[in-house]
Antibody, heavy 120, light 111 residues
Framework: EVQLVQSGAEVKKPGESLKISCKGS????????IGWVRQMPGKGLEWMGI????????RYSPSFQGQVTISADKSISTAYLQWSSLKASDTAMYYC?????????????WGKGTTVTVSS | NFMLTQPHSVSESPGKTVTISCTRS????????VQWYQQRPGSAPTTVIY?????PSGVPDRFSGSIDSSSNSASLTISGLKTEDEADYYC??????????FGGGTKLTVL
């Protein structure tokens, strides 16, 4: 079964760093893109960026460029989303999802999401 | 960059047909594939239409997608509405500047 398993919920203070993960299984991790999507409370989906673990080609939405870092460790089939200094406005649900190509069929498998709460 | 504009909400009765639109602000709707995602409350999104009009396995044929170049929009049509179809629906496409774009989402109420 193809799965993306995301790390658990996080509660952090403003200014702290954070790295959340997304582990793929049941498919060739290096042959698909992994994208990250933010959903703020009660709001819609926002595309943050995407990485191709095969060669680490990474692309960011201008809204998130410089605010987060997307990376992947293909040896353990895991993609990451990280912040160096969290803000209260980073409070959201974060989803990872698989895509077969950048301009192709969109995201076909989604993780269950990681809730990030940033509060003093 | 372009935007994808969806109606904020639609409602219809069980058994009826509803269509949700997704209008591209600039550039041709036909230039890049459009996907549609369903998100039920408290759950992750799932794909109901990909590549404009293709259904993933397991998605009932009550769901269909289309694009209309004259209105520069994509549409998701759900026929034979069921209460389980009540969800938020998002369209998604691409920008030639290496960007993915989501529509703002449409809340479907089946009443």
């Amino acid at each position: 079964e193809v799965q993306l398993v995301q790390s658990g919920a996080e509660v952090k203070k403003p200014g702290e760093s954070l790295k959340i993960s997304c582990k793929g299984s049941g498919y060739s991790f290096t042959s698909y893109w992994i994208g990250w999507v933010r959903q703020m409370p009660g709001k819609g989906l926002e595309w943050m960026g995407i990485i191709y673990p095969g060669d680490s080609d990474t692309r960011y939405s201008p809204s998130f460029q410089g605010q987060v870092t997307i990376s992947a460790d293909k040896s353990i089939s895991t993609a990451y989303l990280q912040w160096s200094s969290l803000k209260a406005s980073d409070t959201a649900m974060y989803y990872c999802a698989r895509a077969d190509s950048f301009y192709g069929s969109g995201m076909d498998v989604w993780g269950k999401g990681t809730t990030v709460t940033v509060s003093s | 960059n372009f935007m994808l504009t969806q109606p904020h909400s639609v409602s219809e009765s069980p058994g009826k047909t509803v269509t949700i639109s997704c209008t591209r602000s600039s550039g041709s709707i036909a230039s890049n594939y459009v996907q549609w995602y369903q998100q039920r409350p408290g759950s992750a999104p799932t794909t109901v239409i990909y590549e404009d009009n293709q259904r993933p396995s397991g998605v009932p044929d009550r769901f269909s997608g289309s694009i209309d170049s004259s209105s520069n929009s994509a549409s998701l049509t759900i026929s034979g509405l069921k209460t389980e179809d009540e969800a938020d629906y998002y369209c998604q496409s691409y920008d030639s500047s290496n960007l993915w774009v989501f529509g703002g989402g449409t809340k479907l109420t089946v009443l």
